[in-house]
Every structure is written in structure tokens, then in C-alpha cells.
């Protein structure tokens, strides 16, 4: 971390010192008429056992972590960034790294209050829940830049909570920089439903934030001292003591090569994986970890379409993906609200990767559906869109390449509720080979009125292809909640559960690295019927009875399912 020893000092204050920090109103220090703040201090050593670990960033350079778990590390937290400028260009690796060799892993955000806390929280969030990373190695200090592609597995039990570095107040008041952690805190616990770890100094917090508003937050203290015990500022103390302890910044650890951060758990092994484990109950308010809109709707409820229509972005909850998370690649900088997702399309005659944008209508009646595009990722000139709609399901093939902004999908019948969707697979019938890029952003409905009578597909200004017929792929397919695939998370092996076809493996499908100078679509909508064809079908099965036994939903992506083979055989 970017910081220097935090030194300690005595400060004497009167009765009328308040403590500036704690929400918004100033609220009088919990104190007697003449406090010495050296007293009120608390050296507080380990309640017993404690374990080594350890905190990187780019700082650490590239770290070889089978030598780091070697070394007995039990612990690693991981740098996302600085603020909302700097992404660290090691975070992919060491993330991945980490989790790869069985080290127990945490994330940490340095703090900018100056920031806007809530996007702050966003990168966080981002990186909790990300599949891949692109590492961008900048020159200095390499000689050239080059990026990094990283494989990965997302937050979830197992894992640290999230941690807010606090070292700074960057000149504001420390009641701003209290409300702005408050933002930061917030948002951040809304998706992880756990106590975010606050790391911070001694001065800091008791010299300038002065604040007991996070007492129930786990400490993290950094405090570089010859003594065998860290001293705390209040509120932490012997009855709420620290949980983590940075005790030095130039350490050595095999397999990091630069000075190494060094840092103590508070607890034996089984105190530090409770810890980690966290809880993931659907009904507790908290959509985090493994669950989504369609495992936990109670927890993860999807925005309805209301009569008016509106958009349904790629990065809502109403957005889920499956397949390989290898080949998933997340874009910032481009795409409707400044993010899409991409993957390469496949001639398989299965499905490997594959989003879904789960819908609910406040008004049922006749939608037009839009889908957006950006250049270059949407290559794609036959991207087959499913649309599942009032007890049917309809099929459109689409030209990605030939719009930029809206392209038309096409218009249909939807009903008041859910069990309606838009799916997008990436077995499109272009090869591999060819390495066509298939893009996900966001769908946009429109309202037309009402309901078209019955057997009306689409408009008439849309060109009905009757030729066109699923494959035996999408024949058995089955709806979004029914189990693709087929393969289970009891006895499916990597490839299996990865889901890589043949036509990939056979292709030594490599993730690509993406180019760092992207600039962001124009935003200006154009719809373009982009040759789009149709073709109507009868419904599949309906949710309710492609569900397995007892009702209970199965697994329902790939992705899902190979996390929770992974998180098995750590």
C-alpha cells in the first residue's frame, strides 16, 4: 500500500472538542471533560494464536504465489486501485493467483474521499464480480506496454469482505470524509451483505476522523513498531480489538521479490476461514455471492418494464451469462453506459457461451426489442436472438455489423409478469477460426399497443424467414433455468463444466488481450432493421417444469457450476 508509518502523538482536548466526522451534524466526543487521547489509546495485543499473511499491489511486481503459499501465507488481500483513476495492473493476476494456490483472499480500494464515493464503491463492486481482467502493464516501468488477459473467479464464500482503505482526507472536513466512507460502505455491503474491513492508522483516525460511527466494522490497523502488540484508537479496543495487523512494509516473502507488506490475523485458521466463509441465505436482503435473479429473485429482483418501456443494461442484475468464464471479456469505456461484454462466436453445434436478459412486464401488449451495438466488437453477422414471450418463443438472426447504436430484433407480444426473456448464444454458424466477436450490451423495449391479434409473428415491415429452423442444438434447448448442458457439479470434470466445445479446444482457443485505446461508441441511436429475419415457434418448457426434483432450481449456468466445482477442490 502506498502509505509511510503512522506515528503517534498525544493530544490533549477540552470538553468542547467535538468529533467531526460522524454523519451529518458534528456529534460531542464520548468523553470525560479532559481527555487525554494518549489514554484513551488501548495497546492491545492478540487474543491468542495469529496467523501470517500478507497485502500486494503492482508495487510487489509480479509475484510468484506457489512460493508464496509455500511460505506459509495464509492470508492475501489484493489491490483493485486508487480511487477512480487508477486500476492496479496486477490486480488480474494476483486475484486469480491467489485464489488458484488456496490462499485466502481479500480486495482493497485506496480511499480517495475527493472521489465520488458511490463509483469508488462501482470498481469495487466491478472487480468483486468480474469473470475476467485485462492487467494493463504501462510504460515506465516496463520498457513496453503490454496487457495481460486473467481468468477469474468471482466473490463469494470463501473470500475476505471488502476493504476500504482510509489513509487521507485530502484536505476536507472529516465529517465529509465520514459521509463519503458511509456512501462507500453502503453500496459496497448492499451486494456483499458483509462488514467491510476498514483499514486505517493510528493518527489518522485519532488525530482527524475521530469518529466511533464504525465500531462494529472489523480493524484493520497499520502501526509499524518494535512492540509485540498494536496500539488502537477508539473505538477498538480490548473488548472489540483488532482483526488484522500490518506490522511492516519491507518484509521478505519467498516469492515476492520487492519489500513485502506484512500483516497478522487475530485467530487460528478456523477463525479466519469463518471469517471468510460469510453466509449466502436467498431471503436476507443481500444479493451476493452465487446468487442471481433467477437462484434468489427475493434478493436479486429485476427492475420491471413498466408501461412506458426501457432499457435493460448488460451489467443489471436482470442480465445473467454463462459459459466459460475464460472467454468472457468485460469492456469499460464503451457500449450503452460505458460497459458491454463480449465473446467470440463458434459454428458448435452446442451452445458455449450465452447471456440472458431476464424481463418483467408491469402492462402486457406489443414491445419493440432492440438490442445495441458497438463497433468493434459487434462482428457478428448472423447472431441468433431467442426471445421467449407470452407462451411462445420467436427467433431473430440479426446483423451486429451492419448498426451502430439500436438495432431492431424485432416487435412482439409480451404478457403482464416474468418467464420472458431475450437470449443471445454464441453459436452463431461463423468458425471460430475467424474469431467473429459477438457482443452483449444493452436491449431496449419500446411500446407499440396493444397485443397483435393472434398469429401475427411480427410486423409487416420485417422480413419473415420460414426457412429458418433451429438446429438440433436449439431444439433440445432448453429455457434459461433449465440446466444447458447437462452437466453437473458432482461429477463434471473442468472441461466439462467449463463447457469448451470441440470446434474451440480443437482451435487452442487463447483469451485475447483487449486494446486499451478503445473509444466509446457514439451515442447517437440509429435503429436498423439489419437484416433481420424471424421465425416464430411454439413455446418449450416453462420454468415451472424444467425445474428439477422438489422444485428445487438446478444449476442453472455453467459458470455457476464451475465455480462451485472450483470452490470444492480448494
Not at 421467449?388 to 407480444?413: F, N, P
Not at 436491449?443 to 429452423?469: M, N
Amino acid at each position: 500500500m502506498e502509505r509511510a508509518p503512522m506515528s503517534r502523538g498525544a493530544v490533549k482536548l477540552g470538553a468542547l472538542l467535538l468529533a467531526a466526522g460522524c454523519g451529518g451534524e458534528p456529534a460531542a466526543l464520548e468523553v470525560g471533560p479532559i481527555v487525554d487521547l494518549e489514554q484513551a489509546e488501548q495497546r492491545v495485543c492478540a487474543s491468542g494464536s495469529t496467523l501470517d499473511g500478507t497485502d500486494v499491489s503492482h508495487h510487489e511486481g509480479l509475484i510468484d504465489w506457489d512460493q508464496v503459499k509455500a511460505a506459509g501465507i495464509q492470508f492475501a488481500i489484493v489491490r483493485v486501485g486508487d480511487g477512480t483513476q487508477y486500476d492496479d495492473y496486477e490486480f488480474g493476476h494476483n486475484w486469480s493467483e491467489a485464489y488458484r494456490v488456496g490462499i485466502i483472499r481479500g480486495a482493497y480500494q485506496y480511499f480517495r474521499p475527493s472521489q465520488d464515493p458511490i463509483a469508488q464503491a462501482d470498481i469495487m463492486i466491478e472487480h468483486l464480480t468480474a469473470t475476467s481482467h485485462v492487467d494493463h502493464h504501462p510504460s515506465p516501468p516496463y520498457d513496453t506496454p503490454f496487457d495481460t488477459t486473467h481468468a477469474l473467479e468471482p466473490f463469494g464464500p470463501g473470500d475476505l469482505a471488502p476493504t476500504i482503505d482510509v489513509e487521507t482526507l485530502e484536505g476536507l472536513e472529516p465529517s465529509a470524509v465520514v459521509q463519503r466512507m458511509h456512501q462507500w460502505i453502503d453500496r459496497v455491503e448492499a451486494f456483499t451483505g458483509r462488514d467491510t474491513i476498514i483499514y486505517t492508522g493510528l493518527s489518522i483516525w485519532r488525530d482527524q476522523i475521530r469518529c466511533n460511527d464504525f465500531a462494529d466494522h472489523p480493524l484493520w490497523i497499520a502501526l509499524y513498531t518494535a512492540d509485540t502488540c498494536p496500539t488502537l484508537p477508539p473505538p477498538w479496543d480490548d473488548t472489540n480489538p483488532w482483526t488484522f495487523w500490518q506490522t511492516g512494509d519491507h518484509g521478505t516473502i519467498p516469492g515476492i521479490n520487492a519489500g513485502a507488506d506484512l500483516d497478522l490475523f487475530n485467530g487460528d485458521i478456523a477463525a479466519l476461514t469463518a471469517l471468510a466463509a460469510g453466509t449466502i441465505e436467498c431471503g436476507d436482503g443481500h444479493c451476493n455471492g452465487t446468487e442471481t435473479h433467477l437462484t434468489c429473485p427475493e434478493d436479486c429482483p429485476c427492475e420491471e418494464v413498466p408501461a412506458a418501456g426501457r432499457i435493460v443494461d448488460e451489467s443489471e442484475v436482470c442480465f445473467t451469462r454463462g459459459g466459460n468464464a475464460a472467454y468472457w471479456y468485460a469492456v469499460t469505456g464503451a457500449g450503452h453506459g460505458d460497459t458491454l461484454l463480449w465473446t467470440h462466436a463458434t459454428d458448435s453445434s452446442r451452445v458455449d457461451n450465452f447471456g440472458v436478459w431476464h424481463l418483467e412486464f408491469a402492462q402486457g401488449g406489443r414491445y419493440r426489442v432492440e438490442a445495441w451495438m458497438t463497433s468493434p466488437y459487434n462482428g457478428s453477422q448472423q447472431a441468433r436472438y431467442l426471445t421467449r414471450h407470452a407462451g411462445a418463443e420467436g427467433e431473430a438472426r440479426v446483423d451486429q455489423s451492419a448498426a451502430t447504436g439500436w438495432a431492431l430484433v424485432g416487435d412482439y407480444d409480451f404478457a403482464a409478469g416474468v418467464d420472458q426473456w431475450v437470449r443471445l448464444d454464441d453459436n452463431t454458424g461463423e468458425p471460430y477460426a475467424d474469431r467473429v466477436q459477438l457482443v452483449f450490451d444493452a436491449i431496449r423495449l419500446t411500446p407499440l399497443g396493444p397485443a397483435a391479434d393472434a398469429g401475427t409473428a411480427v410486423d409487416a415491415g420485417i422480413a419473415v424467414d420460414a426457412a429458418i429452423a433451429p438446429d438440433a442444438a436449439s431444439a433440445d434447448r432448453q429455457p434459461p433455468d433449465g440446466n444447458l448442458r447437462d452437466a453437473g457439479c458432482d461429477d463434471a470434470s473442468p472441461a466439462d463444466a467449463g463447457g469448451t466445445d470441440a470446434a474451440r479446444a480443437d482451435s487452442a482457443r487463447e483469451p485475447d488481450a483487449l486494446a486499451a485505446d478503445v473509444a466509446p461508441a457514439d451515442t447517437a441511436a440509429s435503429t436498423a432493421d439489419a437484416g433481420s429475419t424471424h421465425s416464430e415457434t411454439a413455446a418449450g418448457c416453462s420454468c415451472a417444469t424444467t425445474r428439477g426434483a422438489g422444485g428445487a432450481a438446478p444449476a442453472l449456468f455453467s459458470a455457476l457450476c464451475w465455480i462451485a466445482w472450483r470452490r470444492r477442490g480448494r
